[in-house]
């Protein structure tokens, strides 16, 4: 999947990979357990269970010369991983080991809007599922471009990306994309970047506009270069929201003493099991920006 979100949903993923205990009187009590994560949608061309060991961090000794040994330590391989819809369609997974995680070709079970889907694996001896359901369709996203020089002499394109909340329901969304260069053949893509990191929700009303803007460098002036954007808006589960937000709010309060770290929301039923399985989906939209 050639998109934004696979990168945004897998950094989310570090807050489960090992536990972080902040009550005292149970350190000495953390015990491991199996994190499953999984995000499926109608756009997968793979579809990808991650399963590995949840370590407390209290304990769990680690190299300090040797990642790949690190690494290991985390790693559940012999897991028995499937995926089966509403309709008792079913897909089972192997494991990876380039990817280090369980995979299983999306042509072995569409995923589609509305649908309902439970992922069953069995891990270390136990048993643990989880259950979600895709879904709508991210809403058509609608642009607008201003071209400014900055004060060195450099061609700035700020893009407002907008849509409209779907009506009935309580929403939230990620805005994403990415800008497409050229050069001596070789194409590199550069993400786009957004205030709140892209999270929107209509908790104020429902059916509004939402939105925000990113900016992009077109080059000096005089010598610009048009460049082609692709904008995207994903519709995700509220439990994804919650992940993603707890995981920034991590990374920005690494270090600080005087700071608590989120937990990460869960949905997986099972003893000792952490995770989330969850369905997005996405609205993609590809513009060329130039002065």
Known sequence: ??????????????????????????LLDTEEKVSITSYISPIDTILRVKVSKALPAIGTVLSNNDEEANNELFLIKDAVVSITDSEGNTADFSYSEQEETYISDATN?????????????????????????????????????????????????????TF???????NFYILGGFTQETFDANTFESPLFFESDGLLSDSVEDGITLGETTRIYLGEQGDTQPQEVTLQVAHIDEIVYQNIQASNLNRDNDGNPFIE???????????????????????????????
């Open 109 to 161: 079970l569409p995923i589609l809007e509305g649908r309902q889907y439970v992922l069953n694996v069995v891990a270390n001896g136990k048993t643990f599922s989880a259950t979600c359901t895709i879904p709508k369709r991210a809403p058509e996203i609608v642009e607008i471009i201003r071209i400014f020089n900055n004060d060195f002499g450099g061609v700035i394109a700020e893009i407002d990306i």
């Open 261 to 291: 770290y989120s937990i990460a929301p869960n949905n997986i039923r099972g003893e000792s099991g952490v995770g989330i399985f969850a369905g997005y989906q996405v609205s993609e939209k590809t513009i060329v920006v130039e002065q």
């Open 1 to 26: 999947m050639r998109t934004i979100y696979l990168s945004v949903l897998a950094s989310a993923t570090l807050l489960i990979a090992c536990e972080k205990t902040v009550d005292a009187d149970k």
């Open 164 to 170: 409209e909340d779907i009506l009935g329901e309580r």
